[in-house]
């Protein structure tokens, strides 16, 4: 999950397994959810998102899962490889009380892969 | 297609001096954000800017200001550096608000 100090969460797994990675979000008024991936020395790409009409959005090897009932979410990666090590980091989008634009980014998770 | 550009990759700056950090998208996206990431942290936004001629400020906009040059340029000044300052800053844009945002590889900005 994520974190509150300056020590990120750390994810370890083997090779081939999958991977789940879980964020509370703080706004129940928030609507629209992002993944992101964080490699070394380059910006955060984009992963999935979700919007709050719905409760799970799949893409390739990756799943997103909503509850808005809990505001949890969470990123399945299936079989988990090497390449997949970075910091992950949930967002969410503050649509109530300003603009939508701004998207609150949890402090991250930092998955590490075991080859 | 470079999608979002930032320069300069690496600045130290003295204390009191003034910057300008620059971005550029070739996305022909309408908005677009200024971030700064600190160790162990999740990004923070400084400026936004929803569309061209526009400009908001963030969470954390003090010792900013950001100029929207045109669709593809927005840019972020530091007037008077200061240490805690020292930080990433990161670019990004969106096609519209409330859409996925694209960043750049960040600009690592040291000040003494």
């Known amino acids: 999950g994520e974190s509150v100090g300056l020590h990120l969460p750390t994810l370890s797994v083997q090779e081939g397994d999958n991977s789940i990675i879980n964020c509370a979000y703080s706004n129940s008024a928030s609507d629209y959810f992002i993944w992101y991936k964080q490699e070394s020395g380059k910006g955060p790409q984009f992963i999935i998102d979700i919007r709050s009409n719905m409760d799970k959005r799949q893409g390739q090897r990756v799943t997103v899962l909503l509850n808005k009932t809990v505001k949890h979410l969470s990123l399945q990666i299936a079989a988990t490889q090497p390449g997949d090590s970075a910091v992950y980091f949930c967002?969410?989008?503050?649509?109530?009380?300003?603009?939508?634009?701004?998207?609150?980014f949890g402090k991250g998770t930092k998955l590490s892969v075991k080859p | 297609n470079a999608g979002v550009t930032q320069t300069p990759k690496f600045q130290v700056l003295k204390t009191g001096q003034s910057m300008t950090l620059q971005c550029a998208q070739d996305m022909n996206h309408n908005s677009m954000y200024w971030y700064r990431q600190d160790p162990g942290m999740g990004l923070r936004l400084i400026y936004y800017?929803?569309?061209?001629?526009?400009?908001d400020k963030g969470e954390v906009p003090n010792g900013y200001n950001v100029s929207r040059l045109n669709k593809r340029e927005f840019s972020l000044r530091l007037e008077s550096a200061a240490p805690s300052q020292t930080s990433v800053y990161f670019c990004?844009?969106?096609?519209?608000?409330?859409?996925?945002?694209?960043f750049g590889d960040g600009t690592r900005l040291s000040i003494l």
């Open positions: 990004a844009n969106s096609l519209e608000e409330n859409q996925p945002q694209h």
């Open positions: 967002a969410e989008n503050m649509a109530s009380g300003g603009s939508q634009g701004n998207l609150i």
């Open positions: 800017s929803a569309s061209e001629g526009t400009t």
